[in-house]
């Protein structure tokens, strides 16, 4: 059981550095007070394909990262207990 333990504690840690560096690769997705202003057209070709691009594919990997990284750190916490 204690192999168990550090197999799943050595992933947890490669989820939790590249959890951060793909959460410092991303770009910021609010235009400001500019695009309150102005407004956001979202009827456009780049906000239907988004999900397509490098921050669409960052944005999901994040979310990939983000649940694995909760899975784990409960995984971790009963384990631990037993």
């Known amino acids: 059981m204690e192999i168990v333990k550090y197999v799943i504690l050595a992933i947890y840690l490669i989820i939790c550095v590249a959890l951060i560096v793909v959460a410092t690769l991303q770009t910021k997705d609010s235009q ?3 695009g ?3 407004g956001s057209t979202t009827n456009n070709f780049y906000e ?4 397509r691009t490098r921050e669409g594919k960052l944005k999901r990997f994040t979310i990939l ?4 990284f909760v899975v784990l750190a409960v995984l971790l916490g009963i384990l631990y207990v037993i």
């Open 32 to 34: 400001g007070a500019s």
């Open 36 to 38: 309150t202003i102005t």
């Open 48 to 51: 239907k394909n988004k999900g």
């Open 65 to 68: 990262l983000g649940v694995l």
